[in-house]
């Protein structure tokens, strides 16, 4: 069955940085499209970054420039490198994959 893990979140100081990753199984990552979605408390879960197949990112306007998403096929992981992280984005952050699979999400932390 497919199973998204992740891991890397914590509580980081304003201006920090952190690196998710999410380990993928149960189905043909090299050729699936990858999503991050985060969820702050009280508010809908948002679409936070992106990645084809092919590598092909996009991101949500707030993050632009300061997250970046990649993929290694052969570990099927996928990541997001979070610098310059402001205390907005904090929230539980999932990863996600067609046609509905979530992780359990991992719990981003900013503040001093």
């Known amino acids: 069955q497919v199973q998204l893990v992740e891991s890397g979140g914590g509580l980081v100081q304003p201006g920090g940085s952190l690196r998710l990753s999410c380990a993928a199984s149960?189905?043909?990552?090299?050729?699936?499209?990858m999503r991050w979605y985060r969820q702050a408390p009280g508010k809908e879960r948002e679409l936070v970054a992106a990645i084809t197949n092919f590598g092909g990112a996009t991101y949500a306007d707030s993050v632009k420039g300061r997250f970046t998403i990649s993929r290694d096929n052969a570990k099927n992981t996928v990541y997001l490198q979070m610098n310059s992280l402001k205390p907005e984005d904090t929230a539980v952050y999932y990863c996600?994959?067609?046609?509905?699979?979530w992780g359990q999400g991992t719990q981003v932390t900013v503040s001093s």
């Open positions: 149960g189905f043909t990552f090299a050729s699936s499209n």
């Open positions: 996600y994959v067609l046609p509905g699979y």
